[in-house]
């Protein structure tokens, strides 16, 4: 199932591919975009 996340680390720049660790798990993000000028990625 595809998760999407808001960012709100400022040093983070999401690109496709991005491995991730959120819940315990590991991720990859498959597509990002601003939300309210914060990064928001789609992990999978």
Do not use: C
Not at 4 to 25: A, H, I, M, T, W
Request: charged share 25%; aromatic share 14%.
């Amino acid at each position: 199932p595809a998760v999407s996340l808001v960012v709100f680390s400022s040093g983070y720049r999401p690109r496709r591919g991005d491995r991730v660790v959120y819940d315990g798990q590991q991720w990859t993000v498959t597509r990002h975009e601003r939300f309210n000028g914060k990064p928001m990625i789609f992990i999978e």
